[in-house]
């Protein structure tokens, strides 16, 4: 967490959960960086990361991934998984933000 | 017989544990390692009380050991292998080089949240996409 923080780049998570589900989570797991709420998954769609009813109702979720957008607002690292335990480990995206600045 | 069910139910369980450590959560090798051991001591049981019935009791036990076993390692398998798999590809979201899609939401304490202005205070932002409901 410190490590980004000291690169200069803020962590945010974005879901369809409300803010007060993100409240409890952040609150519960001791983060710190901004959850953004986006119950209509309508980021969610634009960045193509939708799956159409992937919640446990039936509801419209996101898949996981990871974008990497550099202060010109150009995406320049994303991780797409193909499983949903099988997620950016810190040291491949500290790996991808390292490499921005040369 | 009885130590090879045993160690099926450890490799099952176990992953429950291991699934906190990258290593053994994105691919559960200590557990499918767990599980052949636990079947070579099945199947050297199994042929045991079949071989030689005269010496080794268990033809039954055996038999319901070995079928509860192959349940076991068949839902590890589902849930592990299929289950998290079962995402939509995401052929349509923006590659690398492209320009990041603006958006403005708003953050567990209500506050709107613009990428725009978020990029401007940072040298970059991570935007983790994550499947909510937790």
């Known amino acids: 967490m410190s490590e980004f923080r000291s690169r200069g780049v803020e962590i945010v998570a974005i879901s369809v959960d409300s803010n007060k589900d993100s409240r409890e989570l ?29 919640g446990p109702d039936g509801h419209d979720i996101a898949r996981p991934a990871e974008f990497l957008v550099d202060a010109t607002g150009t995406i320049r690292w994303v991780n797409l998984t193909e499983s949903i335990s099988v997620r950016a480990r810190p040291e491949a995206v500290l790996k991808a933000i390292d490499a921005l600045s040369h | ?59 039954i036990s055996g038999i319901v050991l070995g079928v509860l076993s192959l349940a076991i390692f068949g839902l590890f398998y589902y849930g592990t292998f299929v289950l998290t ?34 990029i401007r205070n940072n040298r970059a932002v991570l935007l983790i996409f994550y499947r909510g409901y937790w």
């Not at chain 1, 209509?40 to 009813?53: D, N, T």
């Not at chain 2, 798999?85 to 613009?114: N, W």
């Open chain 1, 26 to 54: 952040c609150s519960s797991r001791g983060y710190t960086f901004p959850f953004l709420s986006d119950p209509k998954a309508e980021v969610i769609r634009r960045y193509g990361v939708l799956h159409p009813r992937g």
């Open chain 2, 1 to 59: 017989m009885w130590a090879g069910f045993a160690i099926v139910l450890l490799a099952a369980f176990s992953f429950l544990y291991l699934i906190q450590f990258p290593v053994t959560r994105d691919f559960p090798w200590v557990n499918l390692l767990l599980f052949a051991v636990g079947g070579c001591f099945l199947a050297v049981g199994l042929k045991r009380a079949f071989g030689s019935p005269e010496r080794y009791r268990g033809k």
């Open chain 2, 85 to 118: 798999r079962d995402i939509p590809s995401a052929s349509g979201a923006p590659h690398p080089g492209t320009q990041a899609p603006d958006f403005t939401l708003s953050d567990a304490g209500g506050k709107s949240v613009m990428l725009a202005d978020l």
